[in-house]
């Protein structure tokens, strides 16, 4: 398998460091409030990742939940993510965190994203993190300051390996204009934060410095090593996290270990609104929930998401998210037609069904090009190069890899066709029922009369016929 490392900058071949288990750690979810579509869409391409690499050989992967220690801003400034839910819902820490955890697996399963073989909770690890500072701290690359237990940076040779050398310049310049005097460098952060002296935390331990909490890139640099071992064959994340989290984990693991970090960096490209990036902060917050409530099954944006390369930003309108929803019904369509006639005739395998699995593969494995994957798929349903029992045996390996329930029910076909104008009177109809306006809406069953369709109230809301 060929994948793109970002500490290379280019694509290289893939093979796990042991060759019985390659392993994976992918930061995980900060639950402090709802995960929005731009966060999943990293999970989805993790799911991508995590799929084809198992269909070579076996995997561990491993994904933290961070439900401490998380500083509102990159700079180690501010109050933890957590603590700052907790005023804001009326909560304790650990409600907020265990209630924004569920709704985090409820999206991350509806998403048909494999659950990873290890999740890993940082509170659960507070042992491991206060041991690989101590670590950090025996071999000389710490200091204190008055808030906390603070990385060296200088002192760590390879701290651009992620960033560059032109572009860690730059983010210096960044950082040091928030920077705290009593930080020896702008890029250090903190490896443990010491609890403020006037407030109690509600969440926070004992630890050889002081009582207080751990920083949030040590957390996954001590969870991933503690399963993983001090070599990771790859990490994952979104591509907001290279220049500080990642770049942090590098420096503390192998300052800790002597012992190269991650063999392979892969990072997700955003996804964007017209008005820029989604994020929590910025009001633009779009979360499944939100897709659900309009309307959409969470795989339509599964689709969506496997419509453009992970490595590629890729912007969410309303209207690509139909187009993926239509495709995704059209391929179900096909699914359920080839799996009919198969039933029909006897089933005769070629060479033309190994061939069309092994297009689909390569492109999987050519740096998870899912956009060609999908073509592929596309040009055995429509063609005629596989019988259909061919066609059912290549769409149930390709749904291995994609899980968009190809094989699911296809919703019919009449609710999708219908004229805008009955669509908008249909409408109108809900609405006047809703307010119990019975006269209006018996106007409005004879304006669809009219316009050709019979209507129905069923439990399940209105159905139409066309009047024939
Ligand atoms: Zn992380």
Redesign the pocket.
């Known amino acids: 398998m060929q994948l793109y490392n970002t500490e290379t900058r280019r694509k290289e071949t893939f093979a796990p460091l042991h060759s019985q288990e390659a392993t994976m750690y992918c ?1 995980g979810p900060t639950v402090y409030n709802y995960a929005h579509i731009g966060n999943m869409r990293t999970y989805i391409f993790e799911d991508l990742l995590a799929r084809t690499l198992r269909l070579s050989l076996p995997l561990k992967h491993v994904m ?1 939940v961070t439900d401490v220690g998380h500083l509102v801003s990159d700079g180690d400034e501010g109050e933890d993510k957590m603590e700052v839910a907790t005023a804001r819902e009326n909560k304790s820490a650990w409600e907020i965190a265990k209630f924004y955890e569920q709704k985090f697996f409820e999206d991350f399963d509806a998403l048909n994203c494999t659950r990873p073989t290890v999740i890993s909770r940082a509170t659960a690890h507070i042992p491991e993190m206060i041991a690989l500072v101590k670590t950090l701290e025996e071999k000389g690359y710490t200091y204190r300051t008055s808030d906390g237990i603070y990385y060296d940076t200088s002192k760590f040779d390879r701290y651009d390996a992620l960033v560059g050398r032109s572009r860690l310049e730059g983010l210096k310049g960044g950082a040091r204009v928030e920077m705290s005097e009593e930080k020896k460098n702008p890029t250090d952060f903190a490896l443990w934060k010491f609890s403020p002296k006037d407030k109690k935390r509600q969440m926070e331990w004992d630890s050889p410095w002081g009582v207080g909490f751990p920083g949030w890139h040590v957390e ?1 640099s001590a969870m991933a090593m503690k399963y993983l071992g001090p070599t990771l064959d790859i990490h994952c ?1 979104g591509i907001d ?1 290279v220049s500080v ?1 990642h770049t942090n ?1 590098i420096a503390q693991s192998e300052a800790a270990t002597g012992q190269r970090y991650v063999r392979f960096w892969v990072h997700g490209e955003f996804l964007v609104l017209r008005a820029g990036k989604m994020s929590k902060s910025g009001g633009t917050f779009v979360t499944l929930q939100t897709l659900r409530d309009k309307g959409y099954d969470p795989l339509d944006y599964r689709y969506l998401c496997l419509t453009a390369h992970y490595r590629t930003q890729l912007e969410f309108t309303y209207e690509s998210l139909d187009s993926a929803r239509k495709s995704l019904q059209i391929l179900r369509r096909e699914a359920a037609k080839a799996l009919e006639a198969a039933g029909r005739q006897p089933a005769a395998f070629t060479t033309a069904l190994e061939e069309a699995k092994k297009l689909f593969r390569t492109a999987m494995e050519d740096d998870l090009n899912a956009p060609k994957a999908l073509a592929v798929v596309w040009e055995n349903m429509r063609g005629a190069a596989l019988n259909p029992a061919e066609k059912v045996d290549f769409l149930r390996f390709a749904d291995t890899i994609l899980a968009l329930d190809l094989f699911r029910a296809p919703e019919e076909e009449k609710t999708e066709e219908l004229p805008a104008e009955v669509c908008q009177l249909l409408q109108q109809r809900a609405a006047a029922r809703a307010a119990k306006d019975y006269k209006k809406s018996d106007e409005l069953r004879a304006a669809l009369a009219a316009a050709g369709y019979r209507v129905k109230d069923t439990p399940q809301g209105q159905q139409t016929e066309k009047i024939k």
Do not use: A, L, V
Request: hydrophobic residues 0%.
């Open positions: 930061c933290n996954c994340g996290h989290h984990e």
